[in-house]
């Protein structure tokens, strides 16, 4: 397909406004009432689902059902990428704290080439036939959104589909999509641990039960977790994120709290690893003589698994759109999705891949962007156009698989 003056120009409109006007996840009010206006424009029956969640169906006459999902919300990162369309936003997070905000994973970028796609798709009725389901989800960053939206009865508002795609805008060459079949992105929990302790003058040790001491040892032993505990041949990483303890430098504080990060590419590596993690804190605890520490669950992400028969029909026909050596076969990656709970929770298989976003200048210099950083800022043309055919690619071919 080939993309004129009139549809780039709406799309690129499209990505610098979401660019622009970011929103942290679960509160993406206005990029809601932007899309819900875009959808209903182009023809389509709209409803909002999981609070900011935004769904989208299209009616093209007999023939299987087809969704496709783009995340919505922002990140709480001060944007630094000197881009005229830079966002100056600013939010609140759960704990009232004000933040800048920013689109640094680019889901701004998948949110306007979803856009694309169904405005093609519009224009083109008589190149395809089935329903075409869109799922504009919020809160993908704390994998609340996909969860959110199944618990506000989206398969039962919706049509049930035969298959759910999506895609993601990652630090590649721009023009180039990575796929991996099965199990493609990796399980994810997040906890806060909070140490227990005793406080006391800073003089006085023996009079204290130390937190900060305690957290030091459970940060150390982590790092034995899976460096001697794991067989070689699994993955996962234990990261420890934070580590908040006292207010002055001559009192040891009460407590002292850290957040883990934990990730794994199945389930009995998942089991064992969190096992591991929770008996060497409890441990560490217990040698200290204090309390037992208290372990909340923040969040989990569901393992993202592309089912193979669909990956490699989607695989072809993105082949066939952008050339068949710009798709390439990619190895499971750490990061973690929840576009997974979507497929799962409607019993149907799912499909996801990835596609470039920076060009040969950026990827050559000494720090290329990453996702996540102030700096991240996709190439803008061949970005999103490829974007845009890979979308439009895949739902053809699924319309005409299903």
């Not at 409109?13 to 993406?28: A, F, G, I, T, V």
């Not at 994973?105 to 856009?115: E, F, Q, W």
């Not at 499971?332 to 999705?337: I, K, N, Q, R």
């Amino acid at each position: 397909m080939h993309l004129d003056d009139e549809p780039r120009g709406r799309l690129r409109q499209d990505y610098r406004h979401l660019h622009r006007h970011p929103e942290l996840s679960m509160q993406e009010h206005h990029t809601a009432e932007y899309l819900t206006r875009a959808l209903e424009a182009a023809g389509l029956e709209t409803f909002r689902c999981g609070g900011t969640g935004v769904v989208g169906v299209l009616r093209n006459g007999e023939g299987p059902t087809v969704a496709f999902r783009a995340d919505t919300d922002g990140l709480p990162i001060e944007e630094e990428t000197g881009l005229p369309y830079a966002s100056g936003a600013r939010g609140t997070l759960p704990d009232g704290t004000e933040v800048p905000v920013m689109h640094g994973c680019g889901h701004d970028v998948h949110t306007a080439c979803l856009l694309g796609a169904v405005r093609h798709l519009v224009a083109q009725q008589d190149g395809w036939s089935g329903t075409l389901l869109v799922l504009f989800q919020p809160g993908e960053e704390t994998a609340a959104g996909a969860r959110a939206m199944v618990e506000d009865g989206l398969w039962e508002r919706a049509p049930r589909p035969d298959v759910i795609l999506g895609q993601h805008v990652m630090p590649i060459p721009a023009g180039e999509i990575r796929h991996i079949t099965g199990n493609a992105m990796a399980l994810a929990d997040s906890w806060r641990v909070t140490l227990r302790g005793r406080q006391s003058h800073g003089s006085q040790p023996q009079d204290a039960i130390d937190p900060v001491v305690l957290g030091a040892h459970i940060v150390t032993r982590l790092q034995t977790v899976v460096s001697r505990e794991l067989d070689a041949r699994r993955s996962a990483v234990v990261t420890v994120g934070t580590f908040h303890a006292g207010l002055k430098e001559n009192i040891i504080p009460e407590q002292a709290e850290i957040t883990l990060n934990i990730r794994s590419l199945d389930e009995q590596t998942r089991r064992r690893v969190l096992t591991a993690v929770r008996r060497v804190i409890l441990a560490e605890a217990e040698a200290s003589a204090a309390p037992a520490p208290v372990i909340e669950e923040l969040y989990t992400f569901p393992l993202l698994t592309n089912d193979p028969d669909w990956t490699a029909s989607i695989v072809e026909a993105l082949g066939a759109e952008l050339g068949p050596d710009q798709v390439m076969e990619s190895e499971p990656l750490m990061g973690s999705e929840d576009f997974g709970t979507l497929p799962a929770s409607a019993g149907v298989p799912g499909v996801y891949w990835y596609f470039g976003g920076h060009d040969a200048q950026t990827l050559a210099g000494e720090h290329v962007p990453m996702n996540h950083s102030p700096h991240f800022a996709p190439e803008e043309e061949t970005t999103l156009e490829t974007g845009v055919r890979a979308a439009v690619a895949a739902l053809c071919r699924a319309f005409r698989a299903g």
